[in-house]
């Protein structure tokens, strides 16, 4: 099903414009304003109606919908309601040109109208996404056939989002910079993008934890680490683990992937214990670490060592698997047959990283990914960490860079001298007076 991950990554740029129009209506709301901002707001106009309306809406209402329509009479009254949306969306759009072209746009009461028009216009936006994500393609992938998403993908296929060009035109090159500007960089688009790994994740709504730890203890020798530890991880999460050098935080990474000995409490992973399991069998059922400092092996040939990271698969998995890692990090293909000990520090961490995504991980855990990489590497590994959670990859990211985990984590844990002190949604934390004292120098 190519073509659902298609659609997510369109989903996902759509949602990096939606975020920049939301800073600018902001901005708006305090009567602050300039040519430039609102400029910008006619750029997110014109990419929403010549992309976002010709191609990704035209593709669901002329080719998906009808389809799912044919298949089940379930879902009717939802897929009616998504094609109004694309129907209404001209006038939205419309009325956000007006406004940001209006002779007297720069005056107070135009400013404020605006601002409130795309609140409205971003919460309608948000909500059809949702119904999408959670309601219309679960059911697509319940009821349509194989044939039928062979024509889906042949539609979404046929046109590619012009944010994902790497030399787009001009005013697409130039809302791609404003963006860049406009979000925060772990945020902004920032360079080429890439669709998300063509293996489906799925969009259904959590039962059960994915990672369940209770009040766990651990240590080295009579030196306890861990006091009483709990966290949860709900399925296509991406949870944040922040705190400080020698906070615990490596050790509770270490249990949860079965080479430290846990001396109290308990993890269960998907639902069931894994205590008793050798780590060797964590990572056969899908707990994958990516661990501190990369560790690639340096001698091997890159494509070596990504499929070392497969050595639990079926072999007629493994092809697909690197192809996929391949579409999401395009240099490791072009240096495939170099060893990986030539590459750069940004450049290992991505092999780490297609590593672990070669064992097909139900779990994936990120142990300081950033260390030790330049602001611009950082920035684009936080990128991808991202995509890989919106396509669908549940996530436990420990990092010490608190401000970029905060700032894509769904929830997030304050850990401190083996403790949890705090947690809460990542955008929450983020304005924690607390958190930032003492995490972000603020």
Same mark, same amino acid.
């Given at each position: 099903m190519?073509?659902?991950?298609?659609?997510?990554?369109?989903?996902? #740029?759509?949602?990096?414009v939606?975020?920049?129009?939301? =800073?600018?209506?902001?901005?708006?709301?305090?009567?602050?304003?300039d040519?430039?901002? !609102?400029?910008?707001?006619?750029l997110?106009?014109?990419?929403f109606?010549t992309y976002?309306?010709?191609?990704?809406?035209k593709?669901?209402?002329? $080719?998906?919908f009808?389809l799912?329509?044919a298949?089940?009479?379930?879902?009717?009254?939802?897929?009616?309601?998504?094609?109004r949306?694309h129907?209404?969306?001209?006038?939205e759009?419309?009325?956000?040109r007006?406004?940001a072209?209006?002779?007297?746009?720069?005056?107070?009461?135009n400013?404020k109208a605006? =601002?409130?028009?795309?609140?409205?216009?971003?919460?309608?936006?948000?909500?059809?996404?949702?119904? @999408?994500?959670?309601q219309?393609?679960?059911?697509?992938?319940e009821?349509?056939?194989?044939?039928d998403?062979?024509?889906?993908e042949?539609?979404?296929?046929?046109?590619?989002?012009?944010?994902?060009?790497? #030399?787009?035109v001009e005013?697409?090159?130039?809302?791609?910079?404003r963006?860049?500007?406009?979000?925060?960089?772990?945020?902004?688009l920032?360079?080429?993008?890439?669709h =998300?790994?063509?293996?489906?994740?799925?969009?259904?709504?959590p039962? @059960?934890?994915?990672l369940?730890?209770?009040?766990?203890?651990?240590?080295?020798?009579?030196?306890?680490v861990l006091?009483?530890v709990s966290?949860?991880?709900m399925?296509?999460q991406?949870?944040?683990?922040?705190?400080a050098?020698?906070?615990?935080?490596?050790?509770?990474?270490r249990?949860?992937?079965g $080479?430290?000995p846990?001396?109290g409490?308990?993890i269960?992973?998907?639902g069931a214990?894994?205590?008793?399991m050798?780590s060797?069998d964590?990572?056969?059922?899908?707990?994958?670490?990516?661990p501190?400092g990369?560790h690639?092996?340096a001698?091997?040939?890159i494509?070596?060592?990504?499929?070392l990271?497969?050595?639990?698969? &079926?072999?007629?998995?493994?092809?697909?698997?690197?192809?996929e890692?391949?579409?999401?990090?395009?240099?490791?293909?072009?240096?495939?047959?170099?060893?990986?000990?030539?590459?750069?520090g940004g450049q290992?961490?991505? $092999?780490?990283?297609?590593r672990?995504?070669m064992?097909?991980?139900?779990? !994936?855990?990120?142990?300081?990914?950033?260390?030790?990489?330049?602001?611009?590497?950082v920035? @684009?590994?936080?990128r991808i960490?991202?995509m890989?959670?919106d396509?669908?990859?549940?996530? !436990?990211?420990?990092?010490?860079?608190a401000?970029a985990?905060?700032?894509?984590a769904d929830?997030?844990?304050?850990?401190?001298?083996?403790?949890?002190?705090?947690?809460? &949604?990542?955008?929450?934390?983020?304005?924690?007076d607390?958190?930032?004292?003492a995490?972000?120098?603020?």
């Open positions: 190519r073509a659902m991950d298609i659609i997510a990554a369109e989903h996902r #740029n759509m949602r990096l939606s975020d920049a129009l939301a =800073a600018l209506g902001a901005r708006f709301a305090t009567g602050t304003a040519g430039t901002a !609102l400029h910008t707001v006619e997110i106009a014109e990419y109606e976002s309306d010709r191609f990704h809406h593709h669901e209402s002329d $080719v998906l009808p799912m329509r298949r089940s009479d379930r879902g009717a009254e939802m897929l009616d309601q998504l094609d949306n129907r209404d969306s001209h006038r759009l419309a009325r956000l007006f406004l072209d209006h002779p007297n746009r720069l005056e107070t009461g400013l605006l =601002a409130e028009h795309i609140r409205a216009f971003r919460d309608g936006f948000e909500t059809h996404l949702r119904i @999408e994500e959670e219309c393609f679960p059911l697509a992938r009821v349509l056939t194989s044939d998403w062979k024509m889906v042949v539609a979404f296929a046929a046109t590619s989002d012009p944010l994902d060009h790497e #030399n787009p005013a697409v090159a130039l809302l791609k910079a963006i860049t500007q406009l979000l925060p960089s772990p945020l902004g920032g360079g080429t993008l890439t =998300a790994p063509a293996t489906s994740r799925g969009w259904a709504r039962v @059960e934890p994915t369940a730890v209770e009040a766990v203890t651990s240590g080295y020798g009579r030196n306890d006091h009483g966290l949860r991880i399925p296509g991406l949870v944040a683990l922040v705190g050098n020698g906070a615990g935080k490596t050790t509770l990474l249990c949860i992937s $080479v430290q846990v001396s409490g308990s269960s992973f998907r214990p894994i205590a008793r050798t060797a964590r990572v056969r059922a899908g707990l994958c670490q990516v501190e990369r690639v092996f001698p091997m040939t494509e070596d060592n990504l499929r990271g497969a050595y639990t698969r &079926p072999a007629g998995e493994i092809d697909r698997s690197l192809e890692v391949y579409r999401l990090f395009p240099v490791l293909q072009e240096r495939r047959h170099q060893p990986a000990g030539v590459l750069s290992q961490q991505m $092999v780490a990283l297609g672990a995504l064992g097909n991980p139900k779990l !994936l855990l990120l142990d300081e990914p950033s260390m030790g990489l330049a602001p611009l590497i920035a @684009e590994i936080f960490v991202r890989l959670r396509s669908g990859v549940t996530i !436990l990211l420990v990092e010490q860079n401000r985990a905060l700032s894509i929830h997030a844990y304050v850990m401190e001298t083996g403790r949890i002190t705090l947690e809460g &949604p990542g955008a929450d934390l983020l304005r924690d607390d958190v930032r004292k995490y972000l120098g603020l």
